[in-house]
């Protein structure tokens, strides 16, 4: 085919073609998740603990250092980064709470009652 025929289209390449095959990606290697412990102690501390979330890892964070004022702030903002992520949060004891990515599937159930 000449580059003239080759830009109207005039004439026909009967060159047969072999279907490419279709690559599938390869599947993720299996990741290990991390529990990551934290106790902030400023509200500053919190994109630590964001970040470790955003890399698919659970959180579990005491508030014990923190005023009230700030241990609500930082519930605040995490829940608002797991809420971006599909995720979980949860607490599971007095000023300590579980933040968990979606990827990560928590199950069972504490109380807080004294039975």
């Known amino acids: 085919m000449a580059w003239k025929d080759f830009l109207t289209g005039t004439e026909e390449d009967d060159t047969e073609y072999e279907e490419e095959e279709t690559l599938t990606k390869p599947a993720p290697a299996a990741r290990t998740a991390s529990i990551a412990l934290f106790e902030p102690?400023?509200?500053?501390?919190?994109?630590?603990?964001?970040?470790?979330?955003?890399?698919?890892?659970v959180a579990t964070v005491n508030l014990h250092r923190l005023s009230k004022d700030y241990?609500?702030?930082?519930?605040?903002?995490?829940?608002?980064?797991?809420?971006?992520?599909?995720?979980?949060?949860?607490?599971?004891?007095?000023?300590?709470?579980?933040?968990?990515?979606?990827?990560?599937?928590?199950?069972?159930?504490?109380?807080?009652?004294?039975?």
Not at 45 to 56: L, S
């Open 41 to 57: 102690s400023a509200f500053d501390d919190a994109t630590k603990i964001a970040d470790t979330i955003k890399k698919g890892n």
């Open 71 to 115: 241990a609500q702030r930082t519930i605040d903002f995490l829940t608002g980064v797991v809420y971006a992520m599909d995720g979980r949060i949860e607490k599971i004891g007095h000023n300590l709470i579980l933040c968990s990515p979606s990827e990560i599937k928590v199950s069972g159930r504490i109380t807080m009652n004294a039975d």
